[in-house]
């Protein structure tokens, strides 16, 4: 693929395009009326759809794509010449916006498409800056994983895919940190702190890239597993144990887990996926540490 230019910074000191252009190709009016469009949305594929229309009705354009920190979008298709633009809006919030064209543009061309960019940055700001605040917020700021808001979320997204496809199943694990209470009571929570995130991500390095982990709150995690029957489940939350069991600070402590599960069935809601794996995991408690229980 050819790179028309090197890569340029779309964005001026402020982020503000400027309206006083001599040669701007642009007419006021139409600028301001685009701006409006772009800044009706908060996300990014929305955006780039809304944007592609746009420019597609004033030049030929193949595609248009971003790449960012967390992700990559592409709208339309890549083509063999492309102009990339590179916004950075402050240390933490930047991106690269590539246009891809089917044939060599005109100067012309090039010339609108940066007076579109300009317009363009302001809603693709908006956009990425909702998207890290949301991933904050669905973050627990002590081990990194997903919360309990994440988490609800993803478990009701997990059982409408499962709805629409009859092949597709998934598991849910409910694990319980043993004797936990007793590090807080006698080291202190800065202590127990450093446990949690010790099992934390332990957990984590126990799971697959499709798998999912998350604090359900205090010493509980939960993970969404993909893909999952009952053979699998048991084969994570035995690892699970282990990687627990071996871990330099849990040992220390003498800290190890409890697991329940449980794999979506047909007709299951939310409450009834946790209702089995939370009760699996209460009989395991009743009947002693260091175990697991599958349904």
């Not at 967390?70 to 990339?84: E, I, P």
């Not at 940055?121 to 890290?132: A, K």
């Not at 629409?164 to 080291?187: P, S, T």
């Amino acid at each position: 693929m050819e790179q028309l230019t090197s890569i340029h910074d779309s964005t001026s000191v402020d982020g503000v395009f400027h309206f006083t252009a001599t040669d701007q190709l642009l007419r006021e009016g139409e600028m301001l009326e685009l701006m409006k469009k772009l800044l009706t949305t908060l996300d990014t594929q929305e955006l780039l759809r809304q944007y592609l229309n746009e420019v597609r009705e004033r030049i030929p354009l193949a595609g248009v794509e971003v790449h960012w920190q967390q992700g990559n979008v592409l709208v339309g298709t890549q083509a063999a010449h492309s102009r990339k633009f590179h916004c950075q809006w402050d240390s933490n919030l930047e991106a690269v916006v590539a246009y891809q064209f089917d044939s060599l543009p005109a100067p012309s061309e090039l010339k609108l498409v940066q007076e579109l960019q300009d317009l363009f940055s302001l809603g693709l700001r908006n956009c990425l800056t909702h998207g890290q605040l949301k991933r904050l917020a669905n973050k627990d700021h002590l081990t990194g994983l997903g919360n309990r808001a994440s988490f609800d979320e993803a478990l009701l997204r997990q059982i409408s895919h499962a709805k629409r496809r009859a092949e597709k199943r998934f598991g849910l694990l409910v694990i319980d940190m043993d004797r936990f209470k007793a590090i807080n009571d006698r080291f202190g929570h800065q202590e127990g702190d450093r446990v949690l995130v010790a099992a934390a991500e332990s957990i984590a390095g126990c799971l697959r890239d499709t798998d999912f982990a998350f604090r359900f709150g205090g010493d509980e995690f939960c993970c969404l597993i993909e893909d999952a029957d009952q053979q699998i489940l048991l084969t994570i939350a035995q690892r699970i144990h282990r990687a627990l069991a071996t871990q330099p600070l849990l040992a220390k402590h003498q800290v190890s887990c409890s697991i329940g599960t449980s794999q979506y069935q047909d007709g299951d809601e939310h409450f009834n996926l946790f209702e089995r794996a939370d009760g699996n995991l209460y009989r395991v408690k009743q009947a002693g540490y260091r175990q697991m229980r599958t349904a």
